[in-house]
């Protein structure tokens, strides 16, 4: 089922299938913490999609296929945050010399510095990029 909220921002009714025990604890936590099944329920999930997200962003800027900013946009955090989780999981996220330059050029166009652009292509020279 989904409905609007006063918003305007839709929401998705799911169904999950649990066993006695399950429902059990699901009832005994929802007593202990004084809230609601569904709203634990929903606590839950979006913690779990927080963290799948931030693993799976991990995972892509460790294989290349995002670079940092990248995979801080993917995984919902900011750059810093971004960093400190792949130092966490001891996955190296210094930029690469060509990266430098690239973010080098980058500036010289969005500040339009000759000297930026002098000093990328000095380094790619250097570096044989």
């Known amino acids: 089922m989904t ?36 709203i634990l329920l929903r606590k839950w999930v979006l913690e779990g999609l927080s963290r799948m997200r931030l693993e799976r962003a991990c995972t892509l800027y460790e294989r290349g296929r995002l670079n940092l900013s990248g995979a801080a946009r993917y995984a919902g955090v900011g750059v810093e945050q971004m960093m400190q989780e792949l130092t966490r999981r001891g996955i190296d996220h210094s930029p690469s010399v060509e990266q430098f330059v690239d973010g080098l050029e980058t500036l010289a166009d969005l500040f339009d510095k000759d000297e930026l652009r002098a000093a990328a292509t000095e380094v790619r020279q250097q570096e044989g990029l």
């Open 3 to 38: 409905t609007v909220n006063p918003d305007n921002t839709r929401t998705v009714t799911r169904k999950i299938e649990l066993t006695g025990v399950e429902d059990k604890q699901l009832r005994q936590l929802s007593q202990a913490e004084h809230l609601p099944e569904d």
